[in-house]
């Protein structure tokens, strides 16, 4: 069994950063395309940022391009999503998702088999 758990969250002013990590635990990092979402309230969860299996390819929401950067470090069975120049409508719950798979990361929620239980980011202006 996969877990995922989410930490960094916060309360925090626009235009600042922070930083989300996700620890993987019960299997090898490296076998997963990993993804972070957003869900809004009353709303679907929605693709925020994707990366490969080894970290050779990552994919962006057109809404967080150029503003946030994910990455992992397989050897840590950590992923991350650096946000920077926070604003208002980014406040959501962000989640964590994984995939045994090969490629770019999809993008569709349902692609995904495990999920960490979200960490809220809130953006006051």
């Known amino acids: 069994q996969v877990e995922l758990v989410e930490t960094g969250g916060g309360s925090v002013q626009a235009g600042v950063s922070l930083r989300l990590s996700c620890v993987v635990s019960?299997?090898?990092?490296?076998?997963?395309?990993m993804a972070w979402f957003r869900q809004f309230p009353g709303e679907e969860r929605e693709f925020v940022a994707g990366?490969?299996?080894?970290?050779?390819?990552?994919n962006y929401a057109d809404s967080v391009k150029g503003r946030f950067a994910i990455s992992r470090d397989n050897g840590k069975n950590t992923v991350y999503l650096q946000m920077n120049s926070l604003k208002p409508e980014d406040t959501a719950v962000y989640y964590c998702?994984?995939?045994?798979?090969?490629?770019?990361?999809?993008?569709?929620?349902?692609?995904?088999?495990?999920w960490g239980q979200g960490t809220q980011v809130t953006v006051s202006s």
């Open positions: 998702a994984a995939r045994q798979s090969w490629g770019i990361a999809p993008t569709s929620f349902s692609d995904y088999d495990y």
């Open positions: 019960g299997r090898t990092l490296g076998n997963y395309a």
């Open positions: 990366i490969s299996r080894s970290g050779s390819s990552t």
